[in-house]
């Protein structure tokens, strides 16, 4: 079947079968989407489904008519983007592409849509994504540096 949707921005036509997942569909169209267990554990195939961290393993092709999905690759011009890399780097966050784009991308959903989230937030964000060679705190330490870069980005 064929659908239209908007991919990272851009309205697209996609042909695929209806009963793949689309996880499996984005990963022929985009580097970003690194499918791993394909059950809906690892969190490697998080894309952002209408703005939210969705897992696409779990995703029917076909029920994405029309809808918005987002992956690393549409938010790399942005300036959270930047601020992420930034915290990262100053973390010394070294994260191997198993989980880096979802990684990435699961930080731009929490910068995005919150200046400064409660703990609760930041750790449900960190355990969307199993990872199985970088410890928590590495992580959260990166979180708090990317929201720190934002905040100076913004207010100076
Ligand atoms: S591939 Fe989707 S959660 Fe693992
Ligand atoms: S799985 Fe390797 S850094 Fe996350």
Redesign the pocket.
């Known amino acids: 079947m064929t659908i239209e949707l908007f991919l990272n921005g851009e309205h697209k036509k996609l042909t695929a079968q209806a009963d793949l997942a689309l996880s499996q569909v984005l990963q022929l169209e985009c580097r970003g989407v690194n499918p791993g267990c394909g059950k809906g554990y690892c969190g490697c195939c998080t894309v952002l489904l209408n703005g939210k961290l969705t897992y696409s393993c779990q995703i029917p092709f076909f029920s994405v008519k029309n809808q918005s999905i987002m992956t690393v690759e549409g938010i790399q011009t942005s300036n959270i983007f930047s601020d992420i890399l930034k915290g990262m780097k100053r973390a010394k966050l070294d994260?191997?592409d198993?989980?880096?784009p979802a990684?990435t991308l699961s930080f731009y959903s929490l910068l995005k849509r919150a200046d400064r989230p409660n703990n609760q937030e930041i750790q449900e964000v960190l355990s969307s994504i199993h990872?199985?060679?970088?410890h928590i705190p590495l992580l959260n330490q990166a979180i708090f540096y990317s929201l720190e870069e934002k905040y100076t980005r913004l207010h100076g």
């Open positions: 994260i191997c198993y989980c880096a990684r990872c199985s060679c970088t």
